[in-house]
Structures are given as C-alpha cells and as structure tokens.
C-alpha cells in the first residue's frame, strides 16, 4: 500500500523560513516524479515545485522562484520544500504529490498546513 506523508508545516512570521518533507513508501520511489502542490481557502490547487525522478530537473510556480527550493533524497524515499523568505500570500495548505506517467499514476499526501502571519 503507497503512503505520502508530509511534515514540517507550521507558524512562521513573514520573512521566516521552513522546510517541508515528504516521505513515500510502497512504490519504487526513484521512478516517480514528485511535486509540492498547495491550496488555499476557496482557490484552486496549484503546482509549487516539481523534480524529476532522478532529481536533475527542477520547476517553480513564478511566485516562488528564487525563494523555494525543492530536492530529493532517493535513499531516503523523501523529498523536501525548502521555503525562504516566506510570505503572507504563501499560507496554504501544502500537498506532495507522487507521479508515475509511464504508469498513470499518482498519489497524493493529506496535506500540511503552512500559515504565514505576524
């Protein structure tokens, strides 16, 4: 059975950092594309970052580039979101997602919540 759980959301002042982490298991992890998606109250759920499988390519929703960096760890089964100079509009609920295109599939974490506020 595949489980995606996130860790790491929280409290954080404006300006503040944080980092996010993704832990999979019950797929071959380093075949999958992975992505961090987030969500707020009454949007839609929007792409964050996403990384290849094989971590050599990296993509960033244009708010975010240059203040999000995503990696992975493939012996670890996880990736990460790190978050930097973090804003109020940034507030959202932060899902991982987990995608084989080959295989159309994809698996999707509960969610972890990220509030940016003084």
């Known amino acids: 059975q595949v489980q995606v759980a996130e860790s790491g959301g929280g409290l954080v002042h404006p300006g503040g950092s944080l980092r996010l982490s993704c832990t999979v298991s019950?797929?071959?992890?380093?075949?999958?594309?992975m992505s961090w998606f987030r969500q707020s109250p009454g949007k839609e759920r929007r792409l964050v970052a996403v990384?290849?499988?094989?971590?050599?390519?990296?993509n960033y929703l244009d708010s975010v580039r240059g203040r999000f960096s995503i990696s992975r760890d493939n012996a670890r089964n996880t990736i990460y979101l790190q978050m930097n100079s973090l804003k109020p509009e940034d507030t959202a609920v932060y899902y991982c997602?987990?995608?084989?295109?080959?295989?159309?599939?994809?698996?999707w974490g509960q969610g972890t919540q990220v509030t940016v506020s003084s």
């Open positions: 997602q987990a995608r084989n295109f080959d295989l159309g599939r994809q698996y």
């Open positions: 019950g797929l071959t992890f380093d075949t999958y594309t």
């Open positions: 990384i290849s499988s094989n971590g050599a390519n990296t």
